[in-house]
């Protein structure tokens, strides 16, 4: 097992093969983005789980500098930025990221499976103990929900094999 951060349950459903956890805290579909383009070359990925964020996180540089990059989002929005808060805007920015990631996979051969935010939210109605923080930090979710995404994406996989 190879891991690039904390421990994934993802291993457990591909115990053959490598899983990498890509995941970058308050991350938005840029990041997903641009770290799956800085690092699919290198990691070769065959399959590509994306659990996605809220379309209100975005990522800018500056203002100190070009090379100055800021994740965006509800908890620290600049004055300025609202502007990207527009529905058309979060969806074209969402759109285009997924338009990269469909590149990306034709690219380099591989196969990706989106598990949307909305879409867990979905089940987290039904199962509210999905949304308790209950990581170590105590705002975050904990094992019970990372356990459910692993199997959510798991389950989209063996659809998808038929």
């Known amino acids: 097992m190879t891991q690039l951060n904390e421990t994934t349950y993802l291993q457990?459903?591909?115990?053959?093969?490598?899983?990498y956890n890509l995941g970058h805290g308050g991350g938005s579909y840029d990041t997903i983005t641009r770290i799956l383009a800085n690092l699919a070359s290198l990691i070769k990925p065959k399959l590509v789980c994306i659990f996605g964020t809220q379309l209100t996180r975005f990522e800018t540089y500056g203002p100190a500098g070009p090379d100055q990059l800021r994740n965006n989002g509800s908890w620290n929005m600049l004055p300025g930025l609202t502007d990207y808060y527009d529905d058309h805007n979060l969806q074209s920015q969402f759109q285009k990221n997924m338009l990269i990631v469909d590149l990306l996979s034709t690219k380099y051969g591989f196969e990706y499976i989106l598990y949307k935010q909305q879409e867990f939210y979905g089940h987290a109605i039904k199962d509210p103990k999905l949304v308790e923080p209950s990581a170590r930090d105590c705002t975050h979710y904990g094992?019970?929900?990372?356990?459910?995404?692993?199997?959510?994406?798991f389950d989209r996989y063996t659809r998808r094999q038929g």
């Open 12 to 19: 457990e459903y591909f115990p053959d093969s490598d899983v």
């Open 143 to 153: 094992s019970y929900t990372h356990k459910f995404v692993a199997k959510e994406f």
